[in-house]
């Protein structure tokens, strides 16, 4: 190595917005020791040559990287952790290009050169430029079609050049003559590339321990085999990847693949079955083989649960064999070689408990639902190549959709691209050959399109239970001034502030019982806070829970709190929880099934397991009868009284509930609230809606209600719980 080289190591790149450009971040040291200036050509050696634009980056001063995204790495024949040899190059404009699509059906419109403008390529690269390239026509509308691909703007393409003239470094100028063949390219015939960069590390978002608990398990033992040998160790063999369906299992094991250069085998769980005898291990055994011949590989296995479920729990013979043949093959007498198995599953504990031990599947990772900052992340890429305005806070959006995972996050971006579609569709004429230019720039998608999208999209792993955000604020709810505070302190600030309560060093309520005679708004109160505290709502009655089958309905109490677990932040909120949970006596005339849904939501609130960012709310008119063990700390915490409101209160659900109602200038709200003493929110906006009512019997053209129907209406409506008590009398 001469003094004007440097032998850097190779990290990903961290901007979403630098994907594709051929940027590659380098120590700032590093640029003054090579005399590199900004936006210099720098000539990048791996096992290939490539070359890139180069910037200074300020988060690795002094730690000797280089940051360069899947497409660089690829050229230059690098991998993340690998090394390779930068220097300043002499880079020339090219006079010609000759590219190719490495895709079909690629139509590309506009200025040619100006796409590649500006872009450093050598013979053998893979490019990608971000280009006006519509689909074919699928039989749909064509403008609607070809609008569908415009939407996320200008999606990225790759090109493979093909040659450049002269030969080495060089750059598109304005002089640059850009010859776009438009036939694809094979890339498997391009000298030194083995395959194309269809997923990189760059395009999995928000998994950072979990690629690089991955590569420590796949790309080190077919990488670097001899460590192994040296530590006198067997590599491992299997990573069983689990979590919900959406988080990106499969699309991590493609970008382990791509960027371990290693032959790739996907293997969809059902279909090696086969109807013969012996069909399906066959099947299985030919796929082993493919692997150890052309070594080192990836198999992957998709929804392995299909394939290799629990022997005792099947009754098909055929299961038993493959699930048998699928032990021989990870764990017989014949090595493997350098072959490593990838299984995929949302459903870990249904597979067969052979195959989850050490030698078959090493490491088991769990993909889990993301976080905020993850969901950001993820947003970020799907959001690369679409012109998005610059009212659109990505952060924002990340921490208002708790629940959702990667899959969620790229409907909602196509959602909202889809609003864009709409709003543009009636500006461009049927007979329009091309969209107009001036069209085109009013393709921006807007904060509105994702808010209105994010209303349609709900997060996945909640679809089997009704999950909703509601839209009652604090605002909506008058009086009850006491209890909304202490609602504040129990659920909101625990799911808003928890680096407050973790600085004190105490642990926040866990569960918060309110009750009160009906009507008095317990159930508006528990929607609030999941409003204010945004988070997810999940509305449990009761009744629903209870099954005549036996164990169903506890099934339903752990499904219930496994759905909030893996999407939290969540509310979950038991209405007349006093149906369920009503005290354990030793003579139950239903089979013991209260008994049991009990003692589930008693280990389920306070056992082994810890409840992470899962508020519980319940209501109830009837505390009395409500199990003893539910209602000590650690389960209900608080025991929040709704009462029946003040004067002062009545006056607020009265301006609540009259907010819309055109009134006649006579109507005092403050007289009508002393005259409703014993009544509870319920019965006044009962008495507004009679009122209303009362009026447009006497006139259907009015257009203010007056003070003379509300006083009929309190007449006529008497407070619930009184009214009760004269139906009894009645009786």
């Known amino acids: 190595m001469t003094q004007n080289e440097k032998t850097l190591k190779v990290a990903e790149a961290l901007s979403q917005r630098e994907i594709g450009q051929g940027i590659a971040r380098v120590d700032p040291n590093v640029m003054s020791e090579l005399e590199l200036n900004e936006r210099d050509i720098i000539e990048i050696n791996g096992d290939k040559k490539t070359a890139a634009i180069v910037l200074p980056s300020q ?120 010859e776009l063949h ?43 085999p001899e460590l192994f040998e040296k530590l006198g160790i067997a590599p491992p063999k299997g990573v069983l990847m689990h979590g919900p369906p959406g988080t990106g299992k499969t699309l991590l094991a493609k970008a382990v693949a791509s960027e371990s250069d290693a032959h790739f085998i996907l293997i969809n769980g059902p279909e090696i079955m086969s109807k013969y005898v012996g069909g399906s291990e066959e099947n299985l055994r030919e796929f082993f083989e493919e692997a150890e011949a052309n070594s080192p590989s990836i198999i992957f296995i998709d929804e392995l649960d299909a394939i290799a479920p629990k022997r005792e729990e099947t009754n098909g013979e055929v299961e038993r064999r493959t699930v048998a043949q699928l032990l021989t093959l990870m764990d017989g007498l014949k090595s493997r070689g350098q072959v490593v198995v990838i299984g995929a599953t949302n459903r870990p504990d249904s597979l067969d408990p052979a195959l989850r031990r050490p030698g078959r599947f090493d490491r088991e990772i769990e993909i889990g639902v993301p976080d905020a900052d993850e969901r950001e992340e993820v947003l970020e890429i799907h959001t690369r190549n679409m012109p998005i305005a610059e009212d659109v806070d990505l952060k924002q959006i990340a921490s208002t959709t708790h629940g959702f995972v990667g899959a969620d996050l790229e409907s909602l971006c196509k959602e909202a691209a889809m609003r864009v579609v709409r709003r543009i569709l009636p500006e461009i004429k049927s007979d329009d050959e091309e969209i107009p230019e001036e069209v085109l720039k009013k393709i921006i998608v807007t904060k509105d399109d994702f808010k209105s999208a994010q209303k349609e999209i709900q997060p996945s792993a909640l679809r089997e239970v009704l999950v909703q955000v509601p839209d009652v604020g604090w ?102 929880i006093d149906s369920i949970a009503s005290t354990r006596s030793g003579n139950d005339g239903d089979s013991g099934v209260t008994k049991r849904v009990v003692n589930q939501l008693l280990t389920e609130m306070d056992g082994l397991e810890e409840l992470e960012d899962v508020a519980i709310i319940a209501a109830t008119n009837r505390p009395d009868i409500i199990d003893p063990g539910l209602m000590r700390p650690g389960r209900f915490d608080r025991h929040i009284k709704v009462d029946t409101p003040s004067e002062e209160a009545r006056l607020a659900i009265f301006e609540v509930h009259t907010k819309g109602m055109p009134l006649a200038s006579d109507v005092n709200l403050k007289k009508l609230a002393k005259s409703t003493d014993g009544y509870v929110g319920a019965d006044i906006e009962a008495v507004c809606r009679e009122a209303a009512m009362l009026t447009l019997r006497n006139n259907l053209e009015a257009s203010e209600i007056p003070n003379e129907y509300f006083k009929e209406a309190i007449e006529k409506i008497k407070p619930a719980n009184k009214a009760d008590e004269q139906l009894v009398q009645y009786m």
């Open 59 to 178: 988060t690795d001063i002094g730690l000797g990287i280089i940051r360069i995204d899947g497409l660089v790495r690829k050229n230059s024949g690098a991998t993340i952790g690998g090394e390779v040899t930068i220097k300043k190059a002499n880079a020339v404009e090219a006079k010609k290009v000759v590219l190719a699509p490495t895709e079909d059906n690629i139509r590309v419109q506009g200025d040619v050169r100006g796409l590649f403008m500006g872009k450093v390529m050598m013979q053998g690269d893979i490019i990608g430029s971000q280009i006006r390239a519509p689909r074919p026509n699928m039989g749909f509308n064509s403008i609607f079609d070809e609008l569908l691909d415009f939407t996320p703007a200008m999606r990225e393409i790759r090109f493979a050049v093909l040659s450049t003239q002269p030969g080495g470094i060089t750059v598109v100028g304005q002089n640059t003559e850009v």
């Open 475 to 576: 605002d909506d709810i008058g009086g009850l001034d006491d209890a909304k505070q202490e609602l504040q302190e129990a659920v909101e600030w625990p799911l808003k502030y928890p680096e407050t309560f973790q600085r004190l060093g105490v642990r926040p309520p866990k569960g918060t019982l309110l009750y009160g005679i009906p009507g008095t708004g317990k159930t508006l109160l528990a929607k609030a806070v999941a409003h204010e505290s945004e988070a997810n709502f999940i509305s449990v009655k009761g009744p629903e829970l209870l099954s005549k089958w036996v164990g169903e309905s506890e099934k339903g109490v752990r499904e219930v709190f496994r759905k909030a677990k893996q999407t939290a932040p969540t509310v979950i909120f038991f209405d007349e």
């Open 182 to 224: 438009e036939s694809p390219v094979d890339v498997s015939k391009l000298e030194g590339v083995t395959n194309l960069v269809d997923v990189s590390y760059e395009d999995v978002g928000g998994l950072k321990e979990e690629v690089k608990k991955v590569r420590e398990m796949i790309e080190i033992p077919l990488k670097r």
